[in-house]
T-cell receptor, first 110, second 115 residues
Framework: AQSVTQLDSHVSVSEGTPVLLRCNYSSSYSPSLFWYVQHPNKGLQLLLK??????LVKGINGFEAEFKKSETSFHLTKPSAHMSDAAEYFC????????FGQGTTLQVKP | ETGVTQSPTHLIKTRGQQVTLRCSSQSGHNTVSWYQQALGQGPQFIFQ???????GRGNFPPRFSGLQFPNYSSELNVNALELDDSALYLC??????????????FGPGTRLTVL
């Protein structure tokens, strides 16, 4: 089955330090992969997407992700965490319908 | 350009009842998808509507049904509610002939609690 796996259910970082949220996918071909963010009591907002163009994708709010086919990974990074980044993050593959990972809760400590 | 809206924001029902959730698509979008997000989980695809026809369905029983109207707004109906139906229900709209590269725009969701 085509799926995505988020390797960490919870990540905690200090403000100003780098963020790494990990996502692996299973597929026999290059998928369309998305990262969404969900703040409490809000819907999902698209951070960035990979659609077979550049493997390093830049998104909103300073986030970026690198598609690595050899590792079947699409990890989300940010050089310096901000308190407002605290939220739930979802990796998803898009086939016209979205298949989501289980989510990673990002905690940012002052 | 108006975004995706959903109503109501919160709803409490009892087991066995029926519920209807509503969604208005973003302007210019004619594809609507519904997702169920249980507490602590990622959203699960329920079904998608395109030009008023069901265009794909996830692993949900027939008591989950939907409609899309000529103005591209949509309803999700759930009959014979069960406790496990308690979740956040998300609606997402997308452009004509939604492809795997297209972004879907999400509404804020309806929180359904089944007692």
């Amino acid at each position: 089955a085509q799926s995505v796996t988020q390797l960490d259910s919870h990540v905690s970082v200090s403000e100003g330090t780098p963020v790494l949220l990990r996502c692996n996918y299973s597929s026999s071909y290059s998928p369309s992969l998305f990262w969404y963010v969900q703040h409490p009591n809000k819907g999902l907002q698209l951070l960035l997407k990979y659609t077979s163009a550049a493997t390093l994708v830049k998104g909103i709010n300073g986030f970026e992700a690198e598609f690595k086919k050899s590792e079947t990974s699409f990890h989300l990074t940010k050089p310096s965490a901000h308190m407002s980044d605290a939220a739930e993050y979802f990796c998803a593959r898009n086939t016209g319908k979205l298949i989501f990972g289980q989510g990673t809760t990002l905690q940012v400590k002052p | 350009e108006t975004g995706v809206t959903q109503s109501p924001t919160h709803l409490i029902k009892t087991r066995g009842q029926q519920v209807t959730l509503r969604c208005s698509s973003q302007s210019g979008h004619n594809t609507v998808s519904w997702y169920q997000q249980a507490l602590g989980q990622g959203p699960q695809f329920i079904f998608q509507y395109y030009r008023e026809e069901e265009n794909g369905r996830g692993n949900f029983p027939p008591r989950f049904s939907g409609l899309q109207f000529p103005n591209y707004s949509s309803e999700l109906n759930v009959n014979a509610l069960e406790l496990d139906d308690s979740a956040l229900y998300l609606c997402a709209s997308g452009p004509e002939g939604l492809a795997g590269t297209d972004e879907q725009f999400f509404g804020p969701g309806t929180r359904l609690t089944v007692l």
